[in-house]
């Protein structure tokens, strides 16, 4: 098996200088956990669900919020990104897969081609529902 028979193909990237109230946005509307970045189509980063809790202030639309948590919004997806992601091809074994999962504190994969852009994702949650025991 390879990273193409189990990866996702219906992928939303996010432009490098895409706003994170945006990339919150999709993220809450698709319910995603990751989302690849992209400059000119070549993958250059992702950005988690995790990310965003960090970065994002806690105190937004509270009682609370100071013109300091407004401007935690006021950032762009290369600001806050992992540079440089681990990615794969498409004809990648899924071993090979499974072992960057072991390896590296990651949850997820973009899956790319020649020219580098995103074809697929592939998150632990996939490599769970397509195991054969």
């Known amino acids: 098996m390879k990273a193409q028979d189990i990866m996702i193909k219906s992928v939303i990237c996010v432009d490098i200088d895409g706003r994170l109230p945006?990339?919150?946005?999709i993220m809450e509307n698709h319910k995603f956990h990751h989302l690849p970045v992209t400059d000119n189509g070549k993958l250059v980063g992702i950005i988690s669900d995790?990310?965003?809790?960090r970065l994002i202030s806690p105190?937004?639309?509270?009682?609370s919020e100071q013109p300091r948590?407004?401007?935690?919004?006021?950032?762009?997806?290369?600001q806050v990104?992992?540079?440089?992601?681990?990615a794969v091809k498409a004809e990648t074994p899924i071993e090979e897969v499974l072992a960057w999962f072991k390896?590296?504190?990651?949850?997820c994969l973009p899956v790319i081609?020649?020219?580098?852009?995103?074809?697929?994702?592939?998150?632990?949650?996939?490599?769970?529902?397509?195991?054969?025991?």
């Open 22 to 25: 945006d990339i919150k946005k």
């Open 50 to 53: 995790r990310d965003l809790l």
């Open 59 to 63: 105190f937004i639309d509270g009682l």
């Open 69 to 78: 948590d407004l401007d935690t919004l006021n950032r762009v997806a290369h």
């Open 81 to 86: 990104m992992t540079r440089q992601p681990i």
């Open 103 to 107: 390896r590296v504190d990651i949850s």
């Open 113 to 133: 081609d020649e020219e580098e852009q995103v074809i697929g994702m592939i998150s632990w949650r996939d490599l769970i529902s397509h195991a054969t025991f």
